[in-house]
């Protein structure tokens, strides 16, 4: 009876593992697909198979290819938000991922996938925020703060993230925010126009003492 039953456990797991080896090689067929398609110029065909090709599990290097080419889609039809967005979940699935010569020499798509690198992100977020285009300027804000930029870009960046939570009335978030550029840098003071501010100004001060 044992011995049955070990039998068929080993068959349902090698049933199980055949499955998954068997999707993730469809996978990658839809991805490959999407990329013949991408190179022979049908972007609306590529975006679907590529999209599909995420949804059915690829591995990391796979997924950010995918999303790579998915920003290149968004940035060629003039969608610079989705592009950032598409880039941004290429990076997270492989953080040291960078374009080809001939990709990263595009005049639309290039210079967008660097202002979202390491500091290109974060003076991108500096950017958008001053142009009051919150939204964007908080997710380029906390893709410089994954992608590890220095301690003192990180600061900067996490209390401009304070900074808009705090203008959107996410008290909780705005003070963990200020806590977590405090851990950094103690020491750390607001501007004279950002300490003067009637939301954020004594938020911030009333964490100072409880660092």
């Not at 990709?103 to 996938?113: K, L």
Request: hydrophobic residues 45%; aromatic residues 6%; proline residues 4%.
């Amino acid at each position: 009876m044992r011995l049955a039953a070990a039998v068929l456990f080993f068959i349902v797991a090698g049933c199980a593992q055949l499955q998954e080896l068997t999707q993730k090689a469809r996978a990658q067929a839809t991805l490959a697909e999407g990329l013949r398609n991408f190179d022979a110029g049908d972007h609306k065909a590529a975006a679907t198979a590529l999209s599909t090709s995420i949804k059915m599990g690829l591995g990391a290097e796979d997924r950010a290819l995918a999303h790579r080419h998915l920003a290149f889609i968004h940035c060629s039809a003039g969608r610079e938000a989705k592009c950032r967005e598409e880039f941004r979940k290429a990076l997270a699935a492989h953080p040291g991922m960078q374009l080809e010569a001939a990709e990263a020499g595009h005049p639309v798509w290039g210079p967008i996938f660097r202002s979202m690198s390491g500091p290109g992100a974060l003076s991108a977020g500096l950017k958008q925020y001053e142009t009051g285009d919150y939204e964007e300027s908080a997710k380029s804000l906390q893709g410089a703060i994954e992608l590890g930029v220095p301690e003192k870009q990180r600061v900067n960046a996490h209390k401009h993230l304070a900074f808009i939570h705090c203008s959107a009335n996410r008290v909780g978030q705005c003070r963990d925010e200020f806590r977590k550029a405090l851990a950094i840098d103690p020491a750390l003071e607001l501007d004279a126009a950002e300490a003067g501010h009637p939301v954020w100004g004594p938020m911030f001060r009333s964490l100072k003492p409880a660092r």
